[in-house]
């Protein structure tokens, strides 16, 4: 069936460098995305998010890039810390303000931080 | 201005009884989402409900598993007669309305023995 999947499972980075993040989707019409922090035993925390009527967005530390063509989601973290370690999550919304706004969401990916 | 409030985070339950899992959505809050997060996976919806109504129950299993959101009080999940493929942890998020940010919850880690 249609998902949103990751590439890489488990990311190891030295503090300070910059993480890069991958997620694929399968449904073209999904038309919203976040991407979520999850550390251990807590819920998912938004990071950013972004339509798909934009190809880049950028917060504090993050930057989202969308890649409609080949339907690629990217999580770039600037100046990667140890707080940042965690299993993140990318995940869409195919009908965005629409009768549901149910999270379709990707298997994650473990960020760990060397220091 | 408190976030989405799950009771209990910890659930132990004996396979043939019964589980209820509450959360409790932000203030102002009335969409609530349930998800299922097995160990390692993503979380997978279940059920998205607004006050007194379902919306969307597509990711329920068809038996044994129900949810509600009364007028007073939290949304409540509830699994009857749990099995050992029920152990995972529940999420509950809310959102203002149709679009906006959903908030989730700490969860419920049901262990089922």
């Known amino acids: 069936g249609e998902s949103v999947g990751l590439h890489l499972p488990t990311l190891s980075v030295q503090e300070g460098d910059n993480s890069i993040i991958n997620c694929a989707y399968s449904n073209s019409a999904s038309d919203y995305f976040i991407w979520y922090k999850q550390e251990s035993g807590k819920g998912p925390q938004f990071i950013i998010d972004?339509?798909?009527?934009?190809d880049k967005r950028q917060g504090q530390r993050v930057t989202v890039l969308l890649n409609k063509t080949v339907k690629h989601l990217s999580l770039q973290i600037a100046a990667t810390q140890p707080g940042d370690s965690a299993v993140y999550f990318c995940a869409e919304i195919r009908d965005y303000g629409g009768a549901t706004n149910k999270l379709i969401f990707g298997t994650g990916t473990l960020l760990a931080v060397q220091p | 201005n408190a976030g989405v409030m799950q009771n209990p985070r910890h659930l132990v339950r004996r396979r043939g009884q019964e589980a209820r899992l509450r959360c409790s959505p932000m203030?102002?809050?009335?969409?609530v989402y349930w998800y299922r997060q097995l160990p390692e996976e993503g979380l997978k919806f279940m059920v998205y409900?607004?006050?007194?109504?379902?919306?969307?129950e597509s990711g329920m299993p068809k038996e044994r598993f129900s949810a509600e959101f009364p007028k007073e009080g939290p949304s409540i999940l509830r699994i009857q007669q749990v099995v050992r493929g029920d152990s995972a942890a529940y999420f509950c998020?809310?959102?203002?309305?149709?679009?906006?940010?959903?908030?989730f919850g700490q969860g419920t880690r049901l262990t089922v023995v």
């Open positions: 972004i339509r798909s009527n934009m």
């Open positions: 998020a809310s959102s203002p309305g149709s679009t906006g940010e959903a908030f």
């Open positions: 409900l607004q006050k007194e109504n379902i919306i969307d």
């Open positions: 203030k102002g809050h009335s969409h």
